[in-house]
């Protein structure tokens, strides 16, 4: 049975050999553009300067200002009186304070019943907890008992801090809060004194500072028998709600 197909009709037949031979033609064509070079065209460029011949310059008139001369200088009188002087002057001698070698200087002699020693006593302070009678505050002088009338201290000092506080408009706006411990002294004469501060701003330390300077003068503690200082410790809580 022979085939339908003319083997010389075959199309794909020499489709390799067309492949190669476009291929070669397109990388020459490639190459040749590569290796063409271009020049760039030469520009003359004319600069013109305008030069003006006639220069005419306008000199300012200036004017001589004549100055009048000095006076001549005073001359002196045909006749120069003299004048005595008539006023004795006292001068005045000006001792040396400086010690020469022949002055003697005697040994000044001091008995030991002539000198006067003092005791000063150095100002201690005295805990809270552990002072003999502690100070009253305004208010607690009804209490028969020690127990009592520090209880009523305490209590006192708190509604002070409660009924004065402000909380400072500025900490309440960026919203700061936190604990200040307040440490002050009550001395002898039941002032409040040397007020130590120490919190998480300043605002609120300066608020606590405050509360506690306007604590009323109180009774001050007893300690053997005599006026003694004490130092109190207390923290105050700042909290927004």
Not at 35 to 55: C, G, M, P, S
Not at 100 to 105: G, H, N, T
């Amino acid at each position: 049975m022979k085939p339908k197909k003319n083997p010389n009709a075959e199309i794909g037949r020499n489709s390799s050999l067309y492949f190669m031979i476009g291929l070669a033609s397109i990388l020459f064509v490639t190459w040749q553009a590569l290796e063409v070079k271009v020049y760039e065209k030469e520009t003359e460029v004319l600069d013109v300067v305008q030069v003006a011949d006639n220069l005419d310059e306008e000199v300012p008139i200036t004017k001589n200002v004549i100055t009048a001369p000095p006076p001549p200088p005073p001359s002196a009188p045909d006749v120069i009186e003299i004048v005595e002087d008539m006023e004795d002057v006292e001068e005045t001698v000006i001792e040396s304070t400086e010690s020469s070698q022949d002055l003697y200087i005697e040994d000044a002699v001091v008995k030991i019943d002539d000198v006067q020693v003092g005791e000063e006593e150095e100002e201690i302070s005295v805990p809270f907890a552990i002072i003999e009678n502690a100070p009253i505050f305004p208010g607690c002088d009804t209490c028969p008992t020690e127990e009592e009338r520090r209880a009523c201290f305490n209590q006192k000092v708190q509604e002070h801090i409660r009924k004065n506080l402000k909380y400072p408009p500025s900490a309440l706006e960026m919203r700061i809060s936190g604990r200040v411990f307040i440490q002050f002294d009550i001395d002898s004469k039941g002032r409040v004194v040397n007020i130590q501060k120490r919190g998480p701003d300043r605002l609120l330390e300066d608020e606590a500072e405050r509360l506690i300077a306007s604590l009323p003068t109180m009774k001050p503690g007893m300690q053997r028998g005599k006026a003694t200082k004490i130092s109190y410790a207390i923290p105050i809580n700042f909290m927004i709600r």
